[in-house]
Every structure is written in structure tokens, then in C-alpha cells.
């Protein structure tokens, strides 16, 4: 299922794209079932992909798009059919706490970021995104439990609509194989693969 | 757990990094359960990673590279801790259906492919990978039993080392705010934030 439910008990923290709903210490469980330790960035993540649901039209089949490789791609990936392996999740590395969800055939959607302002009256919060404490001296539960508390109240909504060039589904065309290594890649990375053309992340041995 | 259990029942398809092991039909209701549907490169991949890490050395602590962002990605989410959001998985356009697990601090690791003499063998297997048919004409039930038949038959596995330039960890660095939108960014992208450089996903409207 790739379009929101419209359920939501207040007083839970996130709501999946099925509409079953995760209290705030549940949401921290599936965290570091999946992404190995509780970061404070994908409680947040969560939240944000909770607020965006919620604003998206009645049956919309969407993609999604996360505007940093930092937490934002997994609270996607937890709460939406989108992943980094179906092609409907984007991954960009534009350095912004923020993500959107967007009708996946007109590009219409809804865009969620941290908004600046709003953080600075939360003064946990504040000190860990700004990074104004060195990591050891920031109190995780304290910015945890203020995290719960500020909820929404650090996030913006806005409409977006995605650029038509890159809702082309990335095809991988004709594969061929590599004259060099001998393994198969899209025709259309040019004579070799591109591993072969000197991006491997190998050394050779 | 990020170091690799040793134990694998034989006839399971694959054991995530605890030593759960999912036989076929389980593995594939997981993958529709994450990935949407039972994409047969998905299948592949799960029995690669089941590969590398029955290859890995007990107690490494390990990082992840997927060559392609299809299916594999969600190959190494679904049976290890190493995801897009949280750095551990590192997910490249090269083409390769290939992945590698890696120690975390030597950048020694095992690769797995798809080796193309190998795949020659399986008639459907063959003319999925290589789309010798129309997506139409494939015979969807024919091709996951033949995976599953094949099992490891149609991979290969290879010692790598990975160049230590990729293992530097990707940090935010200090954050800023852009003058532009108004956003927090790494100041390390420059006077103002890549999507106000250009690099913007969405239609200014």
C-alpha cells in the first residue's frame, strides 16, 4: 500500500502508511530494531513522515524524496513501502533536514523540513542539531524526552511539486557485459562498466 | 549486531546477522512486506548477503556497499543493521549487481556477483537478467523456482579491499543557515545550501 491512511489516535507519536500507529517508546524500539540505536534525527524523521502522510490526498500513490542521507532515508523506509531498493525513494544529498512525499505521477506533494526558528525554543533539540555541545556532553534522554514533547511544534509543511525530469523511472536498459571484468552492466554506462572506467571502490590487489 | 552468526540449517534460503535463517517462501513474504513486491533480484540478493556473510570473519564488525541501487540495497537492509539512513550501507550507481561486506576499520570484505558464465545455465534466470523477453512474456512462478533451485549456483565470491578514501566517515560538519531559504545546511557545501544552488528537487512556483 502506497497511499495514506487517514486514522490517527492523538497521543501516538507516528502512524505508518497503513495507519497502524506506534506510541513513542514503541517508535524507539523499531528504531534500533532497524536502524541499530535510537537516533534522535529519526524520532524526529518519523514525525516528519507522519506529518507529510497526513497532508497527502486520499489514494495518491506516492514516491519520496529525503534531502540527506542522514536518518531521514530510514524513517521513510519505516513507515512507507518506499526504500532505497524499489526506485521509490530518492535519496539526495542536498544537506537539508527535510523530506517530501509527492504524487508519483503529477509531482504535486508535501515537503516537511526542521525549521530553524522553531527550534531554537528547544533548547535540547537546539544544541543537538546546531551541535553547540560536543556529543558527550549533550543529556540523550533529556533531548529525547524534549523531542516528545515538542512533537510537530519544530516542523513546516509545504506544498512542493517535483521537477519532471527526475520522476523518469531510472531504467537500466540493455545489459551487456564488461569487456574488462567481465560482469554485466547497463549498455548505457558507455564501453565498459564503470568500475572498469576507475569509480570501483576496490583497491586492486 | 553488525558481526556475522555462524550457524545456517541447510535448506533455509537465507540467515540475516543474528543466524535467523527465512526458507523461500517466508523470505519472500518478507521482501513483500518491505520491498513492496517479490522482485526476483531481490531473491538473488538475499542469498548473496547470506553469502558474504557466511564468508565474513566471526566477530567483524562490518560496513556495506551495494554496486546498484536496484533490489540489493534492500538485500543488505533487510538481513543486516547496515541501512541508507544510518552510514552503514553505502549505495553506488555502478551497474554491477554485485555487493560487499567490509570491515569497518580494514576495508577488507567479500564480494558477491552474479557471474554471467554461470547464469547461462538457467534458462530463466538467464532471460530475466538479461531481459531476453519482453517483462510480459516472463514466466514469473518458473523464474522464483529456478532462483531457488539455483541457490548460490549462479554467484561468485571474491576477497576486496576497499579504498580507504570511502571509509572516511561522511560528518554534517558545522551547520549553518543558508540566507537563501532559510534552512539549516553544512556549511562545508558552501555560502548557501546545494538546493539553493541549483540543485533543487522541486519547481519554484
Redesign the interface.
Known amino acids: 500500500m502506497?497511499t495514506a491512511a487517514k486514522i490517527h489516535p492523538p497521543g501516538d507519536w507516528v502512524r505508518d502508511v497503513k495507519g497502524t500507529t506506534y506510541g513513542f517508546d514503541a517508535f524507539l524500539e523499531r528504531i534500533t530494531a532497524?536502524?541499530?540505536y535510537p537516533?534522535p534525527g529519526?524520532v524526529i524523521?518519523g514525525k516528519m513522515v507522519d506529518l507529510a502522510l497526513s497532508a497527502m490526498p486520499s489514494g495518491c500513490l506516492f514516491d519520496a524524496?529525503?534531502?540527506t542521507?542522514?536518518?531521514?532515508?530510514?524513517?521513510i523506509?519505516m513507515l512507507t513501502?518506499c526504500?532505497?531498493?524499489?526506485?521509490?525513494?530518492?535519496?539526495?544529498?542536498?544537506?537539508?533536514?527535510?523530506l517530501?512525499l509527492h504524487d508519483k505521477h503529477s509531482?504535486n506533494g508535501i515537503?516537511v523540513?526542521?525549521h530553524?526558528h522553531k527550534v531554537a525554543a528547544w533548547k535540547q533539540i537546539d544544541s543537538w542539531?546546531?551541535?553547540r555541545k560536543p556529543k558527550a556532553e549533550q543529556d540523550s534522554d533529556a533531548l529525547l524526552r524534549e523531542i516528545q514533547q515538542a512533537g510537530e511544534k519544530i516542523l513546516q509543511m509545504e506544498?512542493?511539486?517535483?521537477?519532471p525530469r527526475?520522476m523518469v523511472k531510472?531504467s537500466?536498459g540493455?545489459?551487456g557485459?564488461?569487456p574488462q571484468?567481465?560482469?554485466?552492466?547497463?549498455l548505457k554506462?558507455g564501453s565498459a562498466?564503470?568500475?572498469c572506467q576507475g569509480?570501483?571502490?576496490?583497491?586492486t590487489?
Chains 1, 2 share one sequence.
Not at 526504500?83 to 527535510?98: E, H, I, P
Not at 571484468?181 to 547497463?186: R, T
Not at 569509480?199 to 583497491?203: K, M, Q
Request: hydrophobic share 40%.
Open positions: 502506497r532497524f536502524h541499530g537516533a529519526l524523521g524524496i529525503a534531502e542521507g542522514h536518518c531521514l532515508p530510514d524513517a523506509q513501502p526504500t532505497a531498493g524499489n526506485g521509490w525513494l530518492k535519496v539526495m544529498d542536498l544537506g537539508r533536514f527535510a517530501a509531482g515537503r523540513f526542521i530553524t542539531f546546531f551541535k506544498t512542493i511539486r517535483v521537477q527526475l531510472d537500466v540493455t545489459r557485459i564488461c571484468c567481465g560482469e554485466s552492466y547497463p554506462h562498466c564503470r568500475a569509480l570501483s571502490p576496490y583497491t590487489v
